[in-house]
């Protein structure tokens, strides 16, 4: 049926600040919801907390409020807006909790508000865990066995009837969040204590263990005729016990046989119709016994999930998208298919191609962290690569995830230790994949590394396959390695530089071998959802080595962005913000767009916002072959943090243009002794330093410089490895720590002003005018990173002396370092005087927090600037509102409950919340912390 005429209004909740376990995906789901409301001429209502998404940008909704998520935000929003329904499936588990709340209050029956995308009786059968359980066993579809405990007394009487090993899932909580299995009375005991207390209707799921079984998913789209088609199967690497957040995971499913997808599917089918029937989107998760025999339905999502994501950038099929129009009243077969533009959007996709997504974490923040991976969501972001078979995309998500790993394996980071490896493969952590590849290669029994690991022969066969691939090119130099060879090493992801480590030349050696000698190139294809049935117009790409390319250069001026990578702390979805925005920026300006990124939660990824995407590793050897296949007029490196930086000089060495601020004055600002000779020079204070590169010369240093001393390495984000010392001891110790993680790197020692001030500036220069875009001023004293420190702007009580010193020092930076584009400088103001800590001549992590407080869109203005078509002249600003905006840190510690909570110079936060206010008073920053316990508690 055509879509539902009463419906001239919706109202979209957001997901809030990035947590682990929901993270930037949800911007990626709510943008596209949005997009495909507004093409239906229905006016868009948005609230969010999170002011570096996409979704929060005037360019996606009619009306964005930066509010936080509750109740008396809702009633607001509904008092100014005649709103007709509310679509609270994009904003993940916060979203749906907000809504059941304000549904149990009466607020949609008040304000004539119609819920559409999913119904509350749905949520509620999900969410609580016995429902869940007993929908199922009225389904006829297994379980395990189990019931629900609402008191430590209820639990230990369950947990004597079912017996051991067990597992403990709290009920509506996200990303597994106090779950975990437990093998011993004592063990349950701590875990049920925990399990209670995460839930916020104190309630677990407490059944019997299936650790080992094999876990699978399915993205579900339905209508309200009851249409329903799989969009994606998805098959976890590692069995039961890992949570599929955790988990490395395949699409389409390689291990399933078709009899028992087809089961599968029909339980799937079965699930979602008996939950309720509700149009849109669903995740449905399985678990199968190691010999194919028994399913058992793990857990249902009536709404678009963080494998959604996963699925829409795999399959190519836009899921929030047609939830979005089939939540309005339209049906499937009503809709097409936007990849093509000609078949109906009721299909199936067919995938010619494996995806392989391989999850990103931050143990290295977390110290004393328990980095076992369980039921428990650890994970802070996550990586997708793909290729025509498992072993290329593996190897290329390995390289897209920047951990100093150049693929699986054959990159000299492997461990030899017999019991360090068996001990990895039995207790799963980060870098399980790695120590199976190692195993292989130390010729560990297949059979042992199966028994301890529980994952699928097949999965380990291709590692294994690989291994013997290094064996052979091990015999072989850069002079006898075949054609063959170097092709077969190749079509299996081996990247330049693990060939050049296995063969002991170097990297340029091998391309100039396979590229210009062997004529052996990267091909691209296509992500058509068709596996080319039928003609795609979407321009999105994926690299192989094959006989045909699909992506076909145009002989238009266009530029390349290079995009941010995975989700980290210190580099998270600001950085896609910026890049969207570049990319829209450089549209409006002529050009044709190229976006290279390999994150499949982020909107920069959405085929929809470039001209052209290559779904590729921000790694050099696939960001060369780009740039030689399309020939831009240059790339852009400011905006994707860290990740596009590293770039930089090898793109100036190779005669790749970079447009706005060159590598040399990126380069400068990094140089400490560089730097501050540019600071010396132009007659701006700095606290004395100095660079040392040994522990020895740490110590002869500090004896000039004096206690307490800050010390950071060079070229990193987020304050990695960045920490305050107060003695010889300390300095040593870190010192040596720092070396050790970050070799080759230098070290530098600034004393550290006890008791300063904190405050960074972000401005747009062309060379020559600069325009400062805001001023923020810490509310934490120096010492706590700036990423973890509540902020405001405009400052709230920083004197118009100190003010003048931090405009007067931002422009003569600027301009000193020839600046074309954005530039970030952070201060200390000490006895009201300012000196500079560091300058960074790119995108920072407050941008988005800026252009949101002052709804101005100056990336979008520093892009054109770096692009050499404007000048700051050129630019229209508007008058800064009055009052304040206050940006609020927000923490996932809830996830490792054992870890040091302290703040300091090393960035912990994972995400941010923006709140407006229009007078700020001495006593008005108690109510702000007591919202951080808010944000800290969710």
């Not at 799963?428 to 022969?457: E, H, Q, Y």
Request: proline content about 4%; hydrophobic content about 40%; some cysteine.
């Amino acid at each position: 049926m055509p879509r539902k005429k009463h419906i001239k209004s919706v109202l979209i909740i957001g997901s809030g600040p990035i947590i682990i376990g929901q993270a930037c995906e949800f911007d990626y789901s709510g943008t596209q919801a949005a997009r495909s409301l507004r093409e239906e001429g229905i006016e868009v209502t948005l609230i969010n907390s999170n002011p570096a998404t996409i979704m929060t940008d005037p360019v996606t909704a009619d009306n964005v409020y930066l509010l936080p998520l509750e109740k008396k935000s809702l009633i607001t929003i509904l008092e100014k807006h005649d709103i007709d329904a509310v679509l609270p499936t994009m904003g993940g588990q916060t979203a749906l909790n907000l809504a059941i709340d304000a549904q149990e209050a009466g607020i949609w029956e008040d304000f004539g508000v119609e819920i559409i995308g999913v119904d509350i009786d749905a949520i509620n059968t999900t969410e609580d865990r016995e429902l869940f359980r007993q929908k199922m066993l009225e389904l006829g579809v297994g379980v395990c066995k189990g019931r629900t405990a609402k008191s430590f007394l209820q639990g230990k009487e369950i947990a004597q009837e079912i017996g051991f090993p067990l597992v403990i899932r709290p009920s509506f909580t996200l990303g597994g969040t106090g779950g975990g299995f437990v093998n011993t009375p004592d063990e349950f005991e701590k875990a049920l204590s925990r399990g209670l207390e995460m839930s916020p209707v104190h309630e677990v799921l407490i059944e019997q263990s299936i650790l080992g079984w094999k876990e699978y998913e399915l993205e579900l789209l339905r209508d309200d005729l009851g249409n329903v088609i799989i969009i994606c199967s998805i098959e976890n690497f590692d069995p039961m016990g890992v949570h599929t957040g955790d988990s490395i995971t395949v699409a389409p499913a390689q291990t399933l046989p078709d009899t028992v997808y087809q089961r599968m599917r029909d339980l799937a089918i079965k699930m979602m119709n008996g939950i309720g029937m509700f149009a849109g989107g669903c995740n449905v998760q399985f678990s199968v016994s190691p010999d194919d025999s028994e399913i058992i339905g793990i857990e249902i999502n009536p709404r678009v999930s963080r494998s959604s994501a996963l699925a829409s950038k795999a399959t190519g099929y836009p899921i929030a998208k047609i939830a979005a129009k089939l939540a309005i009243g339209y049906n499937l077969d009503e809709l097409k298919n936007p990849i093509t533009g000609t078949t109906s959007a009721f299909f199936e996709p067919a995938l010619d191609y494996v995806i392989v997504k391989i999850p990103r974490w931050n143990f290295d923040k977390f110290k004393g962290a328990d980095t076992k991976l369980g039921l428990q969501m650890k994970a802070v972001g996550e990586v997708m690569g793909i290729g025509r078979t498992f072993q290329e995309a593996i190897q290329k998500a390995c390289q897209s995830l920047e951990i100093k790993r150049n693929g699986i394996g054959a990159d000299g980071k492997e461990i030899t230790k017999q019991d360090e490896i068996l001990d990895k493969l039995e207790n799963p952590s980060w870098d399980r994949l790695f120590r199976i590849w190692d195993a292989m290669k130390l010729g560990i029994a297949m059979r042992t590394v199966r028994n301890l690991t529980k994952i699928d022969k097949w999965f380990l066969r291709q590692i294994l396959d690989l291994v013997l691939v290094e064996k052979k090119i091990s015999e072989q130099t850069i002079d006898t390695i075949s054609f063959e060879l170097m092709r077969e090493a190749k079509e299996k992801g081996f990247g330049d530089r693990q060939i050049a480590h296995i063969l002991g030349c170097l990297e340029s050696e091998v391309f100039e071998k396979r590229y210009n000698e062997m004529d052996i190139k990267r091909q691209w294809k296509l992500v058509d959802t068709c596996a080319a049935e039928f003609e795609a117009k979407t321009p999105y790409f994926y690299s192989t080595f094959d006989s045909q390319n699909e992506s076909k250069p145009s002989k238009k001026k266009k530029v390349v962005v290079l995009g941010a990578g995975p989700n980290r702390i210190g580099q998270g979805i600001e950085f896609d913000y910026c890049c969207v925005h570049g990319v829209l920026a450089a549209k409006e300006a002529g050009y044709e767009t190229i976006m290279i990124n390999c994150n499949p939660e982020t909107v920069s990824t959405d085929p929809d916002i470039a001209d052209k995407l290559y779904f590729e590793p921000v790694f050099w050897e696939h960001i060369y072959e780009i740039i030689l296949h399309e020939k831009p007029v240059g790339v852009i490196v400011q905006l994707g943090g860290q990740t596009a930086l590293k770039i930089a000089e090898k793109l100036t060495k190779y005669g790749v243009k970079i447009l706005g601020t060159s590598y040399e004055a990126l380069d400068l600002a990094e140089d400490r002794g560089s730097f501050s000779t540019l600071l010396k020079d132009n007659n701006i204070p700095y606290p004395k330093f100095d660079v040392i590169e040994t522990a020895d010369e740490a110590l002869e240093k500090s004896e000039d410089l004096g206690f307490p001393l800050l010390v950071r390495p060079s070229y990193v984000l987020g304050g990695q490895k960045m920490k305050i010392v107060i003695n010889e001891e300390e300095l040593e110790q870190h010192v040596v720590e720092t070396l050790r993680d970050i070799p080759g790197n230098k070290v530098l020692l600034d004393h550290y002003l006890d008791g300063a001030i904190e405050a960074e500036a972000d401005a747009i220069c062309d060379g020559e005018d600069v325009y400062i875009v805001g001023i923020m001023q810490h509310i934490e004293p120096a010492g706590i990173h700036s990423g973890d420190s509540y902020a405001v702007l405009p400052p709230y009580n920083l004197g118009d002396m100190v003010i003048e010193q931090i405009e007067e020092y931002t422009k003569k930076i600027a301009v000193a370092l020839k600046t074309k584009g954005l530039l970030n400088i952070q201060f200390a103001i000490k006895d009201d005087k300012v000196y500079i800590i560091e300058a960074n001549p790119r995108a920072s992590r407050t941008v988005p927090f800026i252009c949101k407080a002052y709804q101005e869109p100056y990336v979008n203005y520093a892009t054109k600037v770096m692009l050499g078509d404007k000048k700051v002249k050129d630019f229209d600003f508007k008058p800064v509102k009055k009052g304040y905006a206050i940006k609020i840190p927000v923490f996932s510690f809830n996830k490792f409950p054992n870890v040091d909570k302290q703040l300091g110079p090393e960035m912990k936060s994972t995400g941010e919340a923006i709140y407006f206010i229009d007078n700020l008073k001495d006593d008005y920053f108690l109510d702000i912390y007591s919202r951080r316990n808010q944000y800290l508690s969710r």
